[in-house]
């Protein structure tokens, strides 16, 4: 058995999640005594490249190739796929991040594989099964999955393993693939927001208001909080529908899924629909008027007060300390 992993990077620069699942990879390949490849797409510099070494990878496979500047996804399942194929990797890991999701089922096809999407521990592998814990039913339970191919792709949930250096620097090679046209139907232009906020996936910690702060005139509370704590923002899904936010802050079922080690949720009631996207959070602060919220049965923490009063003091507290 051996492993190959997808080094996503964002705008040349590798993100947390990278480290996260190189870490992730190397441990999988040490379950089988194995080495551990990694392959990276697009313009990253080589220093970069290099220091995936220190999370496990032993060589780097470097594809850098004007028509791949840009995430393609079909593109890129193709390079991943004939990438295992060239190192006889039957192991493909990747991150479950928003390229991830599309990247897993579209190599699980190109190389009959068996996918665990959501993954957010390692393989058990005794026996001869190989399972896979993963979350379910976004983010609501959580289902083993049994891969029983010779090759399996496994895409790890953001936040759900350690960043662990194991390694030192990893070789750098150059890999070509010849892409075809047909793999490039489908273009998505990269959007790109200018701000320096913290990345909502990424986040370690997240400050997320509802439909409780009354309006957007009140954001600049959740704001200077998530600013004191390097968290980033993110609301509920009535507030981003009524322009208070933008949707690209909007979590849950039918917007993004986070798994910080922190969620503070402000004013949200808590409904099934919120609590599909951020379920797999390690701790939940609630803030809610309201003792009977829902969200306080999920919450590890909670305050009952008014969110304009709450706020204020809180982020006294969080300035003094
Ligand atoms: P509300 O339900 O209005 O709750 C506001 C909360 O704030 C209440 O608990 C109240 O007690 C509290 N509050 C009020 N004033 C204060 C105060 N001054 N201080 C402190 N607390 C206060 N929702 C999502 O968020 N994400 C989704 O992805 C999503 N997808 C959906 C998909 C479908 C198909 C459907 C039907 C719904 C979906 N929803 C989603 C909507 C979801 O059902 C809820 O309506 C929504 O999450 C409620 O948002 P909210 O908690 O901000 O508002």
Avoid at 175 to 186: I, L, N, R
Wanted: charged share 20%; proline share 3%; with cysteine.
């Amino acid at each position: 058995m051996s492993v190959l992993v997808y080094a996503e990077n964002a705008a040349g620069k590798f993100k947390k999640s990278t480290f996260e699942v190189v870490s992730y990879a190397k441990a999988v390949a040490d379950q089988n005594n194995t080495n551990l490849i990694a392959i990276s797409i697009g313009d990253v510099a080589a220093d970069d490249l290099a220091v995936l070494g220190k999370y496990g990878a032993e060589k780097v496979l470097n594809v850098s190739n004007d028509k791949l500047k840009n995430f393609v996804n079909q593109a890129y399942a193709s390079v991943i796929a004939e990438a295992a194929k060239a190192q006889g990797a039957d192991v493909i890991v990747l991150s479950n991040s928003f390229s991830g999701r599309g990247l897993a089922p579209r190599v699980g096809v190109k190389l009959q594989a068996g996918v665990a999407d959501g993954a957010v521990s390692l393989p058990d592998q005794n026996g001869e099964k190989f399972t896979v814990k993963k979350t379910a039913f976004s983010g609501k339970a959580f289902a083993t999955v049994e891969l029983t191919s010779a090759n399996k792709v496994i895409a790890l949930t953001p936040n759900s393993f350690k960043v662990v250096e194991s390694g030192n620097t990893a070789q750098v090679e150059d890999f070509s693939v010849e892409t075809k046209e047909s793999d490039f139907k489908a273009m998505l232009k990269d959007i790109v927001q200018s701000t320096d906020k913290v990345s909502l996936p990424d986040a370690e910690i997240v400050v997320s208001g509802g439909r409780g702060l009354k309006g957007p005139e009140n954001w600049g509370l959740l704001e200077e909080l998530a600013g004191l704590l390097g968290a980033a923002t993110a609301c509920s899904k009535p507030v981003s529908d009524a322009g208070w936010r933008p949707h690209s802050e909007h979590v849950g079922q039918t917007g993004i899924a986070v798994s910080p080690n922190l969620y503070i949720a402000v004013g949200i009631s808590g409904a099934i629909q919120h609590l599909a996207g951020i379920s797999s959070s390690k701790v939940i602060v609630v803030i809610n008027k309201d003792a009977d919220a829902p969200f306080f049965k999920v919450a590890d923490y909670g305050i009952v007060g008014d969110a304009l009063e709450v706020l204020p003091k809180l982020i006294a507290a969080v300035k003094e300390y």
